[in-house]
Every structure is written in structure tokens, then in C-alpha cells.
């Protein structure tokens, strides 16, 4: 295997070169193949998702210009019996995507793109608003969204690997919040799994981000794995 990944989609969607190292930890020789690889690739950026338990690896990130952006937190739970959806749940449909979008352009500002000022907040902000639309349109996932009157005050994103749901996105319209919205769409998620026999649950959040991590915690989840996202620019 190559000890980089050229990402075509991120290359396209930013404007830049864009890679991924290949691997979770560091060492002089594979810095030595990165950079190479990068060389040979005009590579701008090169994400890297590092072990959080190689001492090496923090070291030499930090000796060699790769940029921290993101703790990377991977919370599961076990399911057991189904539980009720909460009320007005309902499926996203085609029609509620502008409402979508705005709330996904606006209620992910703890992510890694925002925390690199190589990377516009419009950007972000996009990449976010693409992501939704994606999931609408996918056939395999699931966008439950919260109505109220008939307006959409929040959605949750499902996707499904084996036996377990995975939640991808979370976002409340920022006039609703503070009413438990972003719990009741969770119990929806949690719902949705659990009648369809799923074994458990995952979900990705970021370590400065408490709040969504409390949230999970209340539904019993609990903390799996725990790494480091960094962002290498070569032309620095």
C-alpha cells in the first residue's frame, strides 16, 4: 500500500491537492516516504489521523509541521431492546433541504475545517450543507428530521454497518435550542436502530466539543477510541 491516498473529492470540492497518510503512527522513514509521496504528487494538504497512544508519533507530528485540528472521539453504546421513537420524528424528504442546509451551514463549528485557517469558513460551511444533501439522496441512510408545526427544528443523520447504526451529522436550528431537541433526535436515532435489531451504535465527535459528548453520555454512550487529526501543508 501506497503511504498516501490522493482524495479526489476533497481535492475537488477545495480547490488543492489534497492526500491522507495511510497508517496511524510515525516515523523518520515514513515521513520521509510522506513527503515524497507529496513531492511527486504536488500534494498542498495532507490530512493524517493519528494513534492517540504512540508517544513517537506526537513527537514527531510536532517536530515535522504536522498541524493539530481535532481530537477525534468515537462513542458506542449496546442496544438491547427496541424503544419508542420520540415524537414528531418524521423522515427527511426532498422538500425540507433548504431548511437542511441552513442548519447543517451552521452547527459544526467545532469540526477540524474550521479549526485550520487554510481552509475558508465558507467552505466549511458548504462542506456540510453537501454532506446533508448527500445523505437525503442516499438511499442506504436515513435522515430523521424533528417537525414542529410543521417546521424542521433538527436532524440526525443514520448510516448502517453490519450490525451496528452509525450517527454521522447532528444539527438543531439555533431557534430551538435549548428545548431538548438534540436529545429527542439521539432517542430517534437510537429508536430507528433498535427496532431494526442492531447490536449497538457509534458516533464521531470532536474533543472540544463537551457539550455534544454530555449529550451522548446521557443515552449511554460511552467513549471507545480516542485520535488525533492532523493537517500537514507542504508549502510551509
Known sequence: MSICTLLIWDSEFFGRRIAR????TLTLERIVEIEAFCRAERIECVYFLASANDAQ????????????????????VELSTPTKM???????????????????????????????????????????????????????????????AGEVAGFITCSFEAEQGVISLIGVDKAYHGRGIGSSLVGAALSDFSQRGLKGASVVTQGRNIPAQRLYQKHGFRTHNIQYWYHKWLSE
Open 21 to 24: 497518510v495511510n497508517g496511524d
Open 57 to 76: 508519533t506526537a513527537t514527531l507530528a510536532a517536530l515535522h509541521q504536522f498541524m493539530l485540528v481535532d481530537i477525534r472521539m468515537t462513542l458506542d
Open 86 to 148: 420520540p415524537d414528531n420524528m418524521r423522515p427527511a424528504i426532498s422538500t425540507d433541504l433548504a431548511a437542511l442546509k441552513a442548519i447543517a451551514g451552521e452547527s459544526f463549528a467545532d469540526s477540524r475545517f474550521y479549526h485550520d485557517p487554510h481552509f475558508a469558513r465558507e467552505d466549511a460551511n458548504r462542506l456540510y450543507q453537501v454532506w446533508i444533501e448527500q445523505q437525503v439522496h442516499n438511499q442506504s441512510d436515513v435522515v430523521w428530521v424533528a417537525d414542529h
